[in-house]
């Protein structure tokens, strides 16, 4: 069963020494610099017509991609994956394709990366069920269907938060420098029929690291 995030009471938004900055507006995702700061999230106003479009596309038309691109390359390349899967053209599939480029370059100024490592993977089961920090500098996540990723505080976590649909977050990983104390996981939902679409931005320090390409 995902959480529900309402029915957490938690401090809003939260201080930076807590290690997640809330906020509503596109420019809390830059605080992710902020001294302390392991997590910044930007909580999205869902557009009902664009959720009810996604969460009723067969799974096997949603995009599924895994590519080390340029910020300026990502509109053009989540095109292309939609043609080759299906998914159907039109108005909110160009807001989706555009949705994914203007956060690749949001983090790609953020992260003073030109390059991106880009994933865009349906999933049905708990890739990830224990929580834990990345072994990347930073990590932008998003998803766009489905139940949102959960995150804790601490050596002992237990889910404190979980985000909508939409929502933005960035959070530090092993490799920036000083330690975080935010982790995350992915939401438990494995025999539930579910199937959500998880978009993973991660900055280029390796452009010999083929694990991406394709």
Not at 9 to 26: C, H, K, M, N, Y
Not at 76 to 85: P, S
Not at 96 to 103: K, P, V
Request: hydrophobic share 40%; proline share 7%.
């Amino acid at each position: 069963m995902s959480l529900d995030r309402r029915a957490i009471t938690v401090p809003f938004p939260f201080r930076a020494d807590r290690g997640i900055l809330l906020g509503s507006e596109a420019e809390i995702l830059r605080r992710i610099a902020d001294p302390g700061c392991g997590a910044a999230i930007w909580q999205r106003q869902s557009l009902p017509k664009f959720q009810h479009w996604l969460d009723g596309l067969p799974a096997a038309s949603l995009p599924d991609m895994r590519v080390i691109l340029g910020a300026g390359n990502v509109e053009r390349c989540v095109q292309a994956e939609c043609d080759r899967v299906g998914t159907p053209s039109g108005p909110m599939r160009d807001r989706l394709a555009s949705d994914i480029a203007a956060l690749g370059f949001i983090f790609a100024e953020i992260m003073a990366s030109p390059m991106l490592r880009l994933r865009l993977q349906p999933v049905t089961t708990d890739a990830y069920r224990r929580f834990h920090i990345d072994r990347v500098q930073a990590r932008l996540l998003c998803t766009y269907r489905g139940s949102g990723t959960q995150f804790a505080l601490g050596s002992h976590p237990a889910p404190a938060l979980q985000t909508a649909a939409g929502d933005v977050a960035i959070l530090r990983g092993t490799l920036w420098p000083g330690l975080s104390e935010v982790l995350h996981r992915s939401p438990p939902i494995a025999g539930s029929g579910e199937t959500r679409l998880l978009l993973v931005i991660d900055p280029v320090t390796d452009e010999d690291d083929e694990e991406y390409l394709h």
